[in-house]
């Protein structure tokens, strides 16, 4: 499930099989821990003594909870107990989702045959999957359960895509941005940029944000790519109209933010951006949302970055839309 939901981790502890351990899965980004998944041990093995105790205080210290249970496992009675056991914890839990894996083994048992619609499908695989997923949600009724069958050798995986999305969903912006970096789908990246998009224009109509736009020290990084030193910061300041400086510091670091999340792999070309990054016409919410959605386009598509581009966005929407991105196909 890790491999099929995420990019190879950067660094990896404890990586050797285990059966009575906590795995540590790193993936650490500019010099920080930017993800750490803790992969726990199977029931039989959390009855160790003091070893159950640690999955619980990892459980209080997660972003996120996800129980993993496979399709063909009738006995639920230890899910049920674990989630007993974390509701007794006197603290404010994460959220929490359910994963069905192993869905391609109910029967038929030799049928896999894609696509599947598991919620409405009349398919003998897809009424299976559905009892099974009825029967859970009976005995565990506070879990949502989605469906998935891992990526393997020579098959795709299926119920990934839904599964990110609803990950992603339960996490606040900010920490959706930082879990989309890691994620496998470029889908689902796309997905996360929307959030990074609406919270750089909200943040422009706002006094706080405008604020804290000009206590950025990116003029200083531009500088220093552009020019060779930051200490050319202030001659491109004086570039930039003064009623505008917010708007074009706001922008800059929302094209960091994206180029991070949607190509990392590539150099931040910013002269090529820049014409965009100046570009100030209109209401500076509007004009940051056209401006991240045509890097959204331009890294996610390898559409032109132009001020065609930009003009399409932002004459055919009239202000920014929560999760719009989406709509740019």
């Known amino acids: 499930m890790i491999n099929t939901l995420f990019t190879a981790p950067q660094a990896l502890v404890d990586a050797l099989p285990s059966t009575n351990q906590i795995q540590d899965y790193h993936w650490p980004r500019e010099g920080e821990e930017a993800l750490i998944l803790w992969d726990t041990p199977g029931y039989e093995q ?22 993993v249970t496979p399709a063909t496992d009738p006995a639920l009675q230890m899910d049920r107990d674990f989630l007993d056991a974390l509701a ?7 959220p929490l989702l359910g994963v069905m894996t192993q869905v391609d083994r109910l029967r038929p048992l030799r049928e896999w045959s894609l696509p599947y619609d598991w919620q409405q499908g009349n398919r003998p695989k897809e009424i299976a999957m559905r009892e099974a997923l009825n029967y859970r949600m009976e005995v565990l009724p506070e879990l949502t359960l989605l469906p998935l069958v891992a990526w393997s050798e020579g098959r795709p995986a299926w119920g990934d895509q839904e599964l990110g999305d609803r990950l992603l969903a339960l996490l606040p912006p900010a920490k959706q941005e930082r879990l989309g970096r890691f994620l496998k789908s470029r889908t689902l990246r796309v997905a996360a940029a929307a959030g990074i998009i609406d919270r750089y224009s909200q943040r422009m109509t706002t006094q706080k944000g405008v604020t804290a736009f000009l206590k950025s020290p990116v003029l200083h990084v531009l500088a220093a790519i552009t020019a060779g030193s930051p200490a050319y910061a202030p001659l491109l300041a ?34 090529k951006i820049w014409p965009l990054v100046t570009h100030h016409q209109g209401e500076p919410a509007l004009n940051a949302w056209a401006f991240g959605q045509t890097l959204t386009a331009y890294w996610s598509q390898t559409l032109p970055v132009d001020q065609d581009l ?20």
Not at 88 to 94: F, H, S
Not at 238 to 260: F, H, S
């Open 88 to 94: 007794k914890l006197e603290t404010t839990l994460p």
């Open 238 to 271: 004086e570039k930039i109209p003064a009623e505008n400086l917010p708007l074009v510091i706001g922008k800059a670091q929302m094209a960091y933010d994206l180029y991070r999340l949607l190509e990392p792999s590539l150099s931040l070309d910013w002269l």
């Open 310 to 329: 930009f003009a399409h966005f932002e004459t055919h929407f009239s202000q920014p839309t929560k999760g719009s991105t989406e709509t740019q196909g």
């Open 46 to 67: 959390v009855g160790q003594l003091g070893l159950r105790d640690k999955v619980l205080q990892k459980a209080r210290e997660a972003d996120l909870i996800l129980l």
